[in-house]
């Protein structure tokens, strides 16, 4: 059984950093891809990051490029999102999400994944 445990959210004023982590147990974390994917209140979940098994591949989201990094620490099980630049628009609960199979790539849809956390909440202020 595959456990992902988020943290790192909180309340923060725009412009700030905040730093997730997902820590992850019951398989082999380091021959699967992870992302992390965002959810406001009444809106479907979206895309933010995903990193390859091996950390050498990356993808994320216009909204967040140039903002948020995604890495992993594989020796460590966990995987992260650094997120700096923080804007109102950002508030969302963030989920860090487990590939179901093992891949090159990265994949960018919900459905690719099948591990998900219980989420974090991240809310930034005006």
């Known amino acids: 059984q595959v456990k992902l445990v988020e943290s790192g959210g909180g309340l923060v004023q725009a412009g700030g950093s905040l730093r997730l982590s997902c820590a992850a147990s019951?398989?082999?974390?380091?021959?699967?891809?992870m992302a992390w994917f965002r959810q406001a209140p009444g809106k479907e979940r979206d895309f933010i990051a995903a990193?390859?098994?091996?950390?050498?591949?990356?993808s994320y989201a216009d909204s967040v490029k140039g903002r948020f990094t995604i890495s992993r620490d594989n020796a460590k099980n966990t995987v992260y999102l650094q997120m700096n630049s923080l804007k109102p628009e950002d508030t969302a609960a963030y989920y860090c999400?487990?590939?179901?199979?093992?891949?090159?790539?990265?994949?960018?849809?919900?459905?690719?994944?099948?591990?998900w956390g219980q989420g974090t909440q991240v809310t930034v202020s005006s």
């Open positions: 019951g398989r082999t974390f380091s021959s699967y891809a």
């Open positions: 990193i390859s098994w091996g950390g050498s591949s990356t």
């Open positions: 999400a487990a590939d179901r199979v093992y891949r090159p790539t990265v994949e960018v849809t919900t459905s690719e994944y099948a591990y």
